[in-house]
């Protein structure tokens, strides 16, 4: 097998195997954020709080690429169901520490969980070395990512 360059015709081509793909990873995790009145920007905030104890808001927002005003909305849902809560900085009084309660780590993990069976499963049908390359390619695009270098 030799290594070649995919065409632009092969990188078109596989755009929507990449939206069908992440269809599979987000449905039944969409679903249940759904019955509990919450949505993906809820639980993107969610996973870096809870990947991320202590992080400020603006940690948040520049992890997320969204702005502040998009987070504000969100934090106040999240703070309003004690999903998240925030403590003063000890060393900064300005700053907000955010962490999720104890009912929100179980909303993230059930989340996470219906998210982890579908990689599971195509690890099953490709093996690990699939998913080592297939987690390093991910890798290499986020490097890529222009909002990343904003903050």
Same mark, same amino acid.
Request: aromatic fraction near 2%.
């Given at each position: 097998m030799t290594d070649r360059m995919p065409s632009d015709a092969d990188f078109i081509e596989t755009m929507p195997v990449i939206l069908r793909a992440f269809r599979a990873l987000t449905a039944e995790a969409d679903e249940r954020l759904d019955s509990l009145g919450l949505g993906r920007a809820h639980f993107r905030a969610l996973g870096v709080i809870a990947?991320?104890? *202590? +992080? &400020? !808001? %603006?940690? !948040?927002? +520049? &992890?997320? *690429?969204? &702005?502040? =005003? +998009?987070?504000? @909305?969100?934090?106040?849902?999240? =703070? #309003?169901? %004690?999903?998240? @809560? +925030?403590?003063?900085?000890? %060393?900064? @009084?300005?700053? @907000? #520490?955010?962490?999720v309660t104890d009912e929100g780590q179980r909303i993230f993990e059930e989340v996470m969980a219906d998210q982890i069976a579908v990689l599971r499963r195509a690890t099953q049908a490709r093996g690990i070395k699939g998913f080592e390359a297939y987690r390093a390619f991910l890798e290499v695009m986020a490097q890529a990512d222009p909002l990343a270098s904003r903050g």
């Open positions: 990947l991320e104890p *202590g +992080a &400020t !808001v %603006s940690e !948040v927002v +520049a &992890t997320l *690429g969204i &702005t502040i =005003q +998009a987070i504000n @909305r969100i934090m106040v849902d999240l =703070q #309003k169901r %004690s999903l998240v @809560r +925030a403590e003063l900085d000890a %060393s900064d @009084r300005r700053r @907000r #520490k955010l962490f």
